[in-house]
Nanobody, 121 residues
Framework: QVRLQESGPGLVKPSQTLSLTCAVA??????????WSWVRQAPEKGLEWMGAIAFGGKTYFTPSLASRIAITRDTSKNLITLQLTSVTPEDSAVYYC?????????????WGQGTQVTVSS
């Protein structure tokens, strides 16, 4: 059974870089069965698929975030990391990592419980 747990700072200042980690248990992140995705939900808004990393390390990003986002992995620790640069209050959201069979989707898969991030000075 795949389990995902997000972690990171709950508060980030504007213009700084947000860094979140997703610890994966029950499956290797090098499996070709899943994309490892990051999805967020801002207050009173729908889910937004941000990006994903595939089993070979190839990354996929939503165009609106492509200039600010990086997704990396540590295969020795089975971790997925999200970095989002130059954050603004509009980046405040609950951030989820998910194991999904497809990319560019906000439905399906196995999700972590999410972690709240607030961007504020």
């Amino acid at each position: 059974q795949v389990r995902l747990q997000e972690s990171g700072p709950g508060l980030v200042k504007p213009s700084q870089t947000l860094s979140l980690t997703c610890a994966v248990a029950g499956e290797s992140i090098t499996t070709n069965f899943y994309y490892w995705s990051w999805v967020r939900q801002a207050p009173e808004k729908g889910l937004e698929w941000m990006g994903a990393i595939a089993f070979g390390g190839k990354t996929y990003f939503t165009p609106s975030l492509a200039s600010r986002i990086a997704i990396t992995r540590d295969t020795s620790k089975n971790l997925i990391t999200l970095q989002l640069t130059s954050v603004t209050p509009e980046d405040s959201a609950v951030y989820y990592c998910a194991a999904q069979r497809r990319s560019y989707t906000t439905t399906g898969g196995i999700w972590g419980q999410g972690t709240q991030v607030t961007v504020s000075s």
